[in-house]
């Protein structure tokens, strides 16, 4: 008997303390980790339609008849972002963007919610991430010898690897009339920081994406100057080919807009 009232004893005192905590309290909501919610997408287009790396695409445009892009690298640094209060928020100290893969083309970051307004960023490295040791850097981090970009015999990177064929007469034949470009740009000299006007409202667990665009057609004749083909088809930076090398940053930088 004294065990059956024990039991009863224990069972009233749980529905009380059940009941209380139903009726008086309320448990606190624990709150959802904010969620990534800026993309930031990288592409290359030819009179502004998208041109796709991936499938050995051809295209025509001035001042080809005729472009082929087999491989195209590319390192952006110091990007930010700027609020309405002109505020500039980190986002990455480097990118690392691959179209010739089919990979490495868009990456996602968690930002506070607000409107914002631009992008800065260089295109390249900064002196300190251009006379690192890629030996010291992890196989997933930008600057490892993983991604090809680094220069042994120079010990500095290629800020920017792009290569293929163009035709100036003619669409791409796959024949020897279409002839090698092979663009190699690397150097302390070229590190530039621009700003990218872009509007854009950033939401808790809401995925924005901002493309980095860049018109091929820009590369060659744009901003910084014409480059001359098929006499300035190739630049490694070396000093006889610097000038080529600093006209094509030049024209990259200005070869970009946001969508």
Known sequence: ??????????????????????????????????????????????????????????????????????????????????????EWLPVSEVLFYNLSANKSRAYDFTLPEGDYKALRFAVGLNADQNGSDPLTHELDDPLSTANGMYWSWATKYRFVIM??????????????????????????????????????????????????????????????????LPAQNTTHTTPEDYPIAEMFMANFRNAITLK
Do not use: W
């Open 1 to 86: 008997m004294k065990t059956l009232f024990k039991t009863l004893g224990l069972i009233a005192v749980s529905i009380f303390f059940l009941h209380s905590c139903t009726d008086d309290e309320t448990a606190t909501p624990v709150e959802t980790p904010a969620g990534d919610n800026l993309k930031l997408a990288f592409e290359m287009t030819v009179n502004g339609e998208p041109f796709n790396l991936s499938t050995n695409g051809t295209a025509t445009t001035a001042p080809f008849q005729g472009v082929r892009v087999d491989r195209m690298m590319v390192y952006f640094s110091d990007i930010e972002i700027q609020n309405q209060n002109d």
């Open 163 to 228: 290569e293929g064929r163009f035709n100036l007469n003619s669409p791409i034949q796959g024949t020897t009339s279409d002839l090698p470009f092979t663009y190699h740009p690397g150097h302390d000299n070229f590190y530039e920081v621009k700003n990218y006007s872009k509007i854009v409202e950033l939401k808790r667990n809401e995925l924005s994406t901002i493309k980095i665009s860049v018109a091929i057609e820009d590369l060659i004749d744009g901003a910084g100057g014409l480059i001359e």
